[in-house]
């Protein structure tokens, strides 16, 4: 059975903190995906990461891709409470099949 | 751009009830189509997927069925509901065909209560 892990499952800090989010696995990807969900509504995509090491930045996220590609971060610089939500990431593997995380529920208090 | 839509937004049905969800996607051909189930706040689990007309993949035993009459619908269907059918049901496409990526698009979801 092929997982993926995310850590910590739950996370809520005051704005203005950093904060890392942490996605595993024992499965190699050849991309992986990190989606923020509102509540009630579809997960919106983020970012893909495809080579093992690449980094992304988009605004204040940061997203890692494992040398190995077999796990990957995604790092929030001074959050706000904008970033409220739950974030998911997700593997592809084996062509277009997609393993999802369990997910993080981060919660920024104002 | 492309466009996915999902109804109805809610339901409620009673155990036993059949159950029909419907999905279709705008803009975009022989996607590839999914259907998920969400947990309240919790990841997704992968029920069905699709890649082309009449062509279903089953990746868990239940009592839920899929079928793709059409290019861009996919439908989620049951015979006699469950209570634990209840959930967040979200339907997603992705490209057939154009690298690793297989990023995926979601709907808004339908929020299924049996009661």
């Known amino acids: 059975t092929q997982l993926l892990e995310q850590s910590p499952q739950f996370l809520s800090i005051q704005e203005g903190e950093n904060l890392t989010v942490y996605c595993n696995s024992s499965?190699?990807?050849?991309?992986l995906q990190w989606y923020r969900q509102e509540p009630g509504e579809g997960p919106v995509l983020l970012v893909t990461?495809?080579?093992?090491?690449e980094v992304k930045k988009l605004k204040r996220l940061t997203f890692q891709f494992g040398d190995a590609r077999k796990d990957s971060s995604l790092h929030i610089t001074a959050a706000q409470p904008g970033d409220t939500g739950l974030y998911l990431c997700?593997?592809?593997?084996?062509?277009?099949?997609?393993?999802f995380g369990a997910g993080t529920r981060l919660f920024v208090k104002a | 751009s492309q466009t996915i839509h999902q109804w109805p937004a809610t339901l409620v049905q009673p155990v036993g009830s059949p159950l029909s969800l419907e999905c279709t996607v705008e803009?975009?051909?022989?996607?590839?189509l999914y259907w998920y189930r969400q947990a309240a706040g919790r990841g997704l689990q992968l029920l069905f997927y699709?890649?082309?007309?009449?062509?279903i993949s089953s990746e868990v035993p239940q009592n839920l069925s899929a079928s793709r009459p059409q290019d861009r619908q996919f439908i989620l269907s049951s015979k006699k509901l469950l209570l634990s059918d209840s959930g967040f049901y979200l339907c997603?496409?992705?490209?057939?065909?154009?690298?690793?990526?297989?990023?995926?698009?979601f709907g808004p979801g339908t929020r299924l209560t049996v009661t």
């Open positions: 997603a496409w992705s490209q057939i065909a154009g690298g690793p990526e297989y990023e995926q698009y």
């Open positions: 499965s190699v990807f050849s991309s």
């Open positions: 990461v495809v080579t093992g090491g």
């Open positions: 997700a593997g592809v593997i084996g062509g277009f099949k997609t393993i």
């Open positions: 803009g975009t051909s022989n996607p590839n």
């Open positions: 699709s890649v082309g007309i009449g062509q």
